[in-house]
T-cell receptor, first 114, second 114 residues
Framework: EAQVTQNPRYLITVTGKKLTVTCSQN?????MSWYRQDPGLGLRQIYY???????DKGDVPEGYKVSRKEKRNFPLILESPSPNQTSLYFC?????????????FGEGSRLTVL | AQSVSQHNHHVILSEAASLELGCNYS??????LFWYVQYPGQHLQLLLK??????LVKGIKGFEAEFIKSKFSFNLRKPSVQWSDTAEYFC????????????FGSGTRLQVQP
Protein backbone atom coordinates (compact mmCIF):
# COMPACT_ATOMS: atom_id res chain seq x y z
CA GLU A 1 0.00 0.00 0.00
CA ALA A 2 1.33 3.42 -1.00
CA GLN A 3 1.78 5.53 2.06
CA VAL A 4 3.69 8.18 3.94
CA THR A 5 4.51 7.14 7.48
CA GLN A 6 5.35 9.52 10.29
CA ASN A 7 6.55 8.78 13.80
CA PRO A 8 5.77 9.56 16.49
CA ARG A 9 2.11 10.42 16.00
CA TYR A 10 1.92 12.16 19.36
CA LEU A 11 4.69 13.64 21.46
CA ILE A 12 4.89 15.82 24.52
CA THR A 13 8.31 17.22 25.28
CA VAL A 14 9.97 20.05 27.15
CA THR A 15 11.73 23.15 25.94
CA GLY A 16 15.25 22.49 24.71
CA LYS A 17 15.08 18.72 24.44
CA LYS A 18 16.11 17.72 20.95
CA LEU A 19 13.67 15.60 19.02
CA THR A 20 13.29 14.05 15.60
CA VAL A 21 10.10 13.28 13.73
CA THR A 22 10.67 10.61 11.12
CA CYS A 23 9.00 10.42 7.74
CA SER A 24 9.19 7.59 5.27
CA GLN A 25 7.45 7.05 1.92
CA ASN A 26 7.28 3.89 -0.16
CA UNK A 27 6.30 5.44 -3.49
CA UNK A 28 9.81 6.25 -4.74
CA UNK A 29 8.90 9.95 -4.79
CA UNK A 30 11.64 12.46 -5.41
CA UNK A 31 9.95 15.38 -3.69
CA MET A 32 9.26 15.45 0.05
CA SER A 33 8.13 18.25 2.28
CA TRP A 34 7.23 19.14 5.84
CA TYR A 35 4.28 21.32 6.79
CA ARG A 36 2.95 22.55 10.06
CA GLN A 37 -0.75 23.13 10.59
CA ASP A 38 -1.97 25.75 13.02
CA PRO A 39 -5.56 26.94 13.59
CA GLY A 40 -6.50 29.76 11.27
CA LEU A 41 -3.21 29.58 9.38
CA GLY A 42 -3.70 26.47 7.26
CA LEU A 43 -0.60 24.54 6.34
CA ARG A 44 2.73 26.28 6.08
CA GLN A 45 5.75 24.72 4.51
CA ILE A 46 8.79 24.27 6.74
CA TYR A 47 11.33 22.58 4.47
CA TYR A 48 11.27 20.63 1.27
CA UNK A 49 13.55 18.35 -0.68
CA UNK A 50 13.61 17.92 -4.43
CA UNK A 51 15.75 14.79 -4.20
CA UNK A 52 18.46 13.07 -2.18
CA UNK A 53 20.90 15.56 -0.65
CA UNK A 54 18.84 18.49 -2.01
CA UNK A 55 16.90 20.44 0.62
CA ASP A 56 15.66 23.99 0.87
CA LYS A 57 13.76 26.26 3.21
CA GLY A 58 10.05 26.73 2.98
CA ASP A 59 8.08 29.58 4.49
CA VAL A 60 8.71 28.89 8.19
CA PRO A 61 12.08 27.13 8.57
CA GLU A 62 13.29 28.80 11.77
CA GLY A 63 14.01 26.31 14.53
CA TYR A 64 13.96 23.26 12.25
CA LYS A 65 16.46 21.16 10.37
CA VAL A 66 16.02 18.38 7.84
CA SER A 67 18.17 15.86 6.04
CA ARG A 68 17.66 13.72 2.96
CA LYS A 69 20.29 11.00 2.89
CA GLU A 70 17.98 8.43 1.35
CA LYS A 71 15.17 8.87 -1.10
CA ARG A 72 12.51 7.36 1.13
CA ASN A 73 13.31 9.21 4.37
CA PHE A 74 13.01 12.88 5.31
CA PRO A 75 13.32 13.43 9.05
CA LEU A 76 12.42 16.72 10.71
CA ILE A 77 14.75 17.75 13.51
CA LEU A 78 14.00 20.21 16.28
CA GLU A 79 17.38 20.90 17.88
CA SER A 80 15.99 22.97 20.75
CA PRO A 81 12.19 22.91 20.73
CA SER A 82 10.27 25.88 22.02
CA PRO A 83 6.58 26.24 22.93
CA ASN A 84 5.82 28.10 19.68
CA GLN A 85 6.66 24.90 17.85
CA THR A 86 3.66 23.20 19.40
CA SER A 87 1.73 22.22 16.31
CA LEU A 88 0.46 19.47 14.06
CA TYR A 89 3.12 18.41 11.58
CA PHE A 90 2.56 16.73 8.26
CA CYS A 91 5.07 15.11 5.97
CA UNK A 92 4.17 14.84 2.31
CA UNK A 93 5.68 13.46 -0.86
CA UNK A 94 5.15 13.77 -4.57
CA UNK A 95 6.65 12.50 -7.78
CA UNK A 96 8.33 15.32 -9.68
CA UNK A 97 8.07 13.79 -13.12
CA UNK A 98 4.97 14.32 -15.21
CA UNK A 99 2.12 16.64 -14.37
CA UNK A 100 0.59 15.04 -11.33
CA UNK A 101 1.21 17.65 -8.66
CA UNK A 102 -0.68 15.68 -6.05
CA UNK A 103 0.87 15.61 -2.61
CA UNK A 104 0.45 12.49 -0.52
CA PHE A 105 0.31 13.22 3.19
CA GLY A 106 1.25 11.30 6.27
CA GLU A 107 -1.12 10.87 9.19
CA GLY A 108 0.36 13.79 11.07
CA SER A 109 2.43 14.19 14.24
CA ARG A 110 0.99 16.25 17.05
CA LEU A 111 3.78 17.86 19.02
CA THR A 112 3.40 19.69 22.31
CA VAL A 113 6.37 21.58 23.75
CA LEU A 114 6.01 22.54 27.39
CA ALA B 1 4.95 35.06 -4.13
CA GLN B 2 1.78 33.08 -4.49
CA SER B 3 -0.94 33.26 -1.86
CA VAL B 4 -4.35 31.71 -1.33
CA SER B 5 -7.39 33.20 0.37
CA GLN B 6 -10.33 31.27 1.71
CA HIS B 7 -12.86 33.76 2.96
CA ASN B 8 -15.23 31.36 4.67
CA HIS B 9 -13.62 30.19 7.88
CA HIS B 10 -16.55 28.27 9.31
CA VAL B 11 -19.65 27.17 7.45
CA ILE B 12 -22.63 25.43 9.00
CA LEU B 13 -25.17 23.75 6.74
CA SER B 14 -28.04 21.36 7.07
CA GLU B 15 -28.00 18.09 5.20
CA ALA B 16 -29.10 18.39 1.56
CA ALA B 17 -28.13 22.06 1.40
CA SER B 18 -25.90 23.22 -1.40
CA LEU B 19 -22.31 24.15 -0.72
CA GLU B 20 -19.97 26.67 -2.24
CA LEU B 21 -16.60 27.45 -0.68
CA GLY B 22 -14.61 30.34 -2.03
CA CYS B 23 -10.95 30.25 -2.98
CA ASN B 24 -8.95 33.05 -4.54
CA TYR B 25 -5.28 33.00 -5.34
CA SER B 26 -2.74 35.58 -6.30
CA UNK B 27 -0.26 34.65 -8.98
CA UNK B 28 -0.09 35.97 -12.49
CA UNK B 29 1.30 32.93 -14.25
CA UNK B 30 0.23 29.37 -14.88
CA UNK B 31 -1.06 27.59 -11.81
CA UNK B 32 -2.17 24.17 -10.73
CA LEU B 33 -5.08 24.23 -8.30
CA PHE B 34 -6.19 21.76 -5.69
CA TRP B 35 -8.80 21.16 -3.06
CA TYR B 36 -7.89 18.93 -0.16
CA VAL B 37 -10.17 17.64 2.58
CA GLN B 38 -9.24 16.77 6.14
CA TYR B 39 -11.76 14.69 8.05
CA PRO B 40 -11.61 14.97 11.84
CA GLY B 41 -8.41 13.43 13.15
CA GLN B 42 -7.18 12.42 9.73
CA HIS B 43 -4.60 13.57 7.22
CA LEU B 44 -5.29 15.60 4.11
CA GLN B 45 -6.73 13.83 1.11
CA LEU B 46 -7.05 15.15 -2.41
CA LEU B 47 -10.60 16.03 -3.47
CA LEU B 48 -9.87 17.34 -6.94
CA LYS B 49 -7.31 19.17 -9.00
CA UNK B 50 -7.04 21.40 -12.02
CA UNK B 51 -4.05 21.57 -14.33
CA UNK B 52 -5.47 22.58 -17.70
CA UNK B 53 -8.39 22.01 -20.03
CA UNK B 54 -12.02 22.09 -18.94
CA UNK B 55 -12.23 24.65 -16.13
CA LEU B 56 -15.00 22.67 -14.46
CA VAL B 57 -13.41 19.74 -12.71
CA LYS B 58 -15.13 16.92 -10.90
CA GLY B 59 -13.68 15.18 -7.91
CA ILE B 60 -14.57 12.46 -5.49
CA LYS B 61 -17.76 12.26 -3.42
CA GLY B 62 -19.76 14.54 -5.72
CA PHE B 63 -17.56 17.61 -5.35
CA GLU B 64 -16.69 19.87 -8.24
CA ALA B 65 -14.79 23.10 -8.68
CA GLU B 66 -14.68 25.77 -11.33
CA PHE B 67 -11.53 27.60 -12.33
CA ILE B 68 -12.26 31.18 -13.40
CA LYS B 69 -8.99 32.62 -14.57
CA SER B 70 -10.24 36.20 -14.85
CA LYS B 71 -11.28 36.13 -11.21
CA PHE B 72 -8.30 34.12 -9.94
CA SER B 73 -10.82 31.84 -8.31
CA PHE B 74 -11.30 28.13 -7.82
CA ASN B 75 -14.50 27.69 -5.84
CA LEU B 76 -15.58 24.30 -4.52
CA ARG B 77 -19.20 23.20 -4.89
CA LYS B 78 -21.46 20.34 -3.99
CA PRO B 79 -25.19 20.33 -4.80
CA SER B 80 -26.29 18.44 -1.69
CA VAL B 81 -24.08 17.95 1.35
CA GLN B 82 -24.20 15.03 3.74
CA TRP B 83 -23.33 14.76 7.40
CA SER B 84 -20.23 12.80 6.37
CA ASP B 85 -18.92 15.88 4.54
CA THR B 86 -18.17 17.49 7.90
CA ALA B 87 -14.49 18.28 7.59
CA GLU B 88 -11.98 21.02 6.96
CA TYR B 89 -11.37 21.98 3.35
CA PHE B 90 -8.18 23.50 2.03
CA CYS B 91 -7.57 25.17 -1.27
CA UNK B 92 -4.00 25.01 -2.55
CA UNK B 93 -2.02 26.48 -5.41
CA UNK B 94 1.14 25.35 -7.10
CA UNK B 95 2.64 28.04 -9.27
CA UNK B 96 4.51 25.36 -11.16
CA UNK B 97 7.85 26.92 -10.45
CA UNK B 98 11.03 25.01 -9.78
CA UNK B 99 10.26 25.03 -6.09
CA UNK B 100 7.13 22.99 -6.70
CA UNK B 101 5.64 24.10 -3.41
CA UNK B 102 1.97 23.96 -2.64
CA UNK B 103 0.65 27.08 -0.93
CA PHE B 104 -2.40 26.40 1.17
CA GLY B 105 -5.25 28.61 2.20
CA SER B 106 -6.17 28.89 5.86
CA GLY B 107 -8.95 26.34 5.49
CA THR B 108 -12.73 26.31 5.83
CA ARG B 109 -14.34 24.25 8.52
CA LEU B 110 -17.62 22.76 7.27
CA GLN B 111 -20.13 21.48 9.77
CA VAL B 112 -23.13 19.62 8.37
CA GLN B 113 -26.01 19.19 10.73
CA PRO B 114 -28.29 16.16 10.34
Amino acid sequence: EAQVTQNPRYLITVTGKKLTVTCSQNMNHEYMSWYRQDPGLGLRQIYYSMNVEVTDKGDVPEGYKVSRKEKRNFPLILESPSPNQTSLYFCASRATGGNTGELFFGEGSRLTVL
Amino acid sequence: AQSVSQHNHHVILSEAASLELGCNYSYGGTVNLFWYVQYPGQHLQLLLKYFSGDPLVKGIKGFEAEFIKSKFSFNLRKPSVQWSDTAEYFCAVNANTGRRALTFGSGTRLQVQP
